[in-house]
Nanobody
Framework: QLQLVESGGGLVQPGGSLRLSCVAS????????VSWFRQAPGKEREGVSC????????KYAGSVKGRFTISRDNAENTVYLQMNSLKAEDTAAYYC????????????????WGKGTLVTVSA
């Protein structure tokens, strides 16, 4: 069983940066693609970014492209989401999730979920 724990959320001013971490335990993460999702109050959950098991393929939602960077350190069983130039509309609970797949990554068919970390962007 894979457990995922997110951290790094908090309150930041518009234009600021945060780095979220998703640490896995129970199994090694190197066989899993990992995705970040977010859910703002009153809105549906949306896929933000994903990375395949090797780290060679990444994807981003249009709303965050150019501002967010996903990366992974399989030796540390950790996936990161670097968030720069944050906007008020990035305020949400952020979740990481993992799916056992090799080549691709995506936002459906996730096998494991973390409990989330809250990001608030406000002056």
């Amino acid at each position: 069983q894979l457990q995922l724990v997110e951290s790094g959320g908090g309150l930041v001013q518009p234009g600021g940066s945060l780095r979220l971490s998703c640490v896995a335990s129970g199994l090694t993460l190197d066989s899993y693609a990992v995705s970040w999702f977010r859910q703002a109050p009153g809105k549906e959950r949306e896929g933000v970014s994903c990375i395949n098991s090797s780290g060679g393929t990444t994807k981003y939602a249009g709303s965050v492209k150019g501002r967010f960077t996903i990366s992974r350190d399989n030796a540390e069983n950790t996936v990161y989401l670097q968030m720069n130039s944050l906007k008020a509309e990035d305020t949400a609970a952020y979740y990481c999730a993992a799916a056992r797949r090799d080549v691709t990554c995506g936002y459906i068919g996730m096998d494991y979920w973390g409990k989330g970390t809250l990001v608030t962007v406000s002056a």
